[in-house]
């Protein structure tokens, strides 16, 4: 082999080396970092790649118009890619979020830690936003300002965008900690399913209410996935040994700085006047001289028409006030409080060892949340901007009332009319975080 032969199979094999990491760096930016600097290296892979073509056409073409025009394409390609890592348009032309944005449902509207979130999934969102806002406001005006300069458009857009992050996120930790749903998920989500159907009077009712809000039944199927998910996820979490599980000195430092305590916990009203006050005081004496205070509690409890727990009831600082907190933070295991008076009424309490339980539920919490306001959001400007909140949900509402009064006259062809889409009526669009979008759940 010659040296120039040589030379040209080297370029050839780094070229293609070069292209194959590109292609697997596009695999990882969707399933392994989740970062959008996984993306701008490959940007940066296809701006080398086409900078040398540019160059080697400068060195190797005679024909000064043929190297012109060749030059002018490179260039014009490297400057594409170099303005950034462009996101999809889409094709889809099926739904109602189409008939009333113009968006394609298959757009990517924005990236979340490198993951394609599609125009769909987030106007399922804003129109769940938009809806409650309603419920809430009579006679809304999305443009009418809530606080400091915001709308309540602009508002509802932005909560959107906190759902979808949520979602995203429990996602990517699934993939990063191979969660996934149990049979029993499964089936659950099988059932949740017939009883949509069978409360829509067969599946042709069913797919009609789907079409009402204008998401495909995959995208219905994979939001009501994300509350079992997050079940799944918080199991991890506070499963001992997991990946997930937090060491023993990050519980105890959390429980310390946010004041939790334990108690099992006895209250009369302030509108009780005197009476409730002496009956508190009784109950105090009489429990702190019992053999068996948990049972006398549990018999006082219900007395008093209060729930009894076998591990009481944990309390932040934040939620109790200072009172209660500096009160029962006093209490050992077993000790007995005496009457704590407050502007509510009066309480007494039994001190319980922490319940740990109760503080990595908090914990899980709090991650998701931290976690959650982290992620890099890079939005496709362009389709993100031109939502307006307001007309969105006006021509959304007016189009399902048509279609609505369609189904109800039998004139609308549930195949052809809007293709399938996502929910059910108002009333079953269920809970954003961690809960399910559809009823029967």
């Given at each position: ?48 790649l ?6 080697s ?17 490179s260039?014009?390609?490297?400057l ?14 099926d ?29 399922y ?25 915001m ?19 429990l ?40 079409q ?10 994979s939001?009501?996935?994300m ?63 019992a ?23 944990t ?27 407050t ?15 109760s ?47 369609q ?29 399910s ?5």
């Open positions: 082999m010659s040296k120039v032969t040589k030379k040209r199979f080297l370029y050839v094999l780094g070229v293609l080396a070069l292209i194959a990491f590109a292609m697997w760096l596009r695999y990882a930016s969707r399933h392994i970092f989740h970062s959008p600097a996984v993306n701008h290296l490959r940007s940066g892979i296809y701006v080398f086409f900078s040398a073509w540019c160059y056409i400068w060195m190797r073409i005679v024909q000064m118009q043929v190297r012109r025009y060749l030059l002018a394409i260039v014009l390609m490297v594409w890619i170099a303005s950034g890592d462009r996101m999809s348009a889409g094709q889809r032309t739904g109602l979020y189409y008939e009333v944005t113009g968006i394609h449902p298959d757009a990517v509207l924005m990236r979340i830690n490198g993951e394609d979130i599609s125009a769909e999934e987030y106007l969102w804003l129109a769940y936003d938009c809806e409650y806002l309603t419920s809430y406001v009579p006679n809304l005006d999305f443009s009418a300002e809530v606080s400091n300069g709308t309540y458009g602009s508002y509802a857009k932005a909560d959107a965008v906190e759902t979808v992050k949520l979602y995203a996120l996602r990517q930790w699934a993939k990063q900690y191979n969660v996934s749903l149990t049979e029993e998920d499964e089936a659950r989500l099988q059932q949740q399913r017939q009883q949509y159907v069978t409360y829509y009077g067969g599946e042709e009712g069913y797919q009609q209410q789907l009402l809000l204008g998401i495909s039944e995959d995208t219905f199927d939001i009501n996935r509350y079992l998910l997050y079940a799944r996820l918080h199991d991890l979490y506070t499963a001992d040994g997991s990946a997930m599980h937090p060491t023993q000195e990050a519980i105890d430092a959390f429980a310390q700085e946010k004041g939790y305590v334990t108690v099992k916990l006895l209250y009369w009203p302030a509108s009780g006047g005197e009476n409730s006050q002496a009956q508190a005081q009784d109950f105090a004496a009489r429990l702190s001289t053999e068996d205070k948990d049972a006398l509690y549990a018999e006082m409890a219900q007395q008093l028409g209060i729930e009894a727990g076998d591990t009481g009831r309390f932040s600082a934040e939620t109790l006030g200072d009172t209660l907190s500096a009160a029962f933070s006093a209490l050992e295991p077993g000790q007995v409080s005496d009457v704590i008076a502007d509510e009424g009066w309480y007494v309490a039994i001190g319980q060892t922490l319940d740990e339980s503080v990595l539920d908090e914990m899980f919490t709090e991650n998701v949340t931290q976690a959650r306001s982290e992620l890099t959001v890079e939005y496709n400007q362009g389709l993100y901007d031109k939502l307006d909140a307001g007309d969105f949900y006006s021509r959304l509402t007016a189009r399902q009332s048509e279609l609505s009064s189904f109800s006259s039998g004139s609308a062809d549930p195949g052809t009319d809007s293709g399938t889409g996502s929910s059910t009526d108002s009333d079953n669009s269920g809970e954003k975080e961690g809960g979008t559809g009823s029967g759940d």
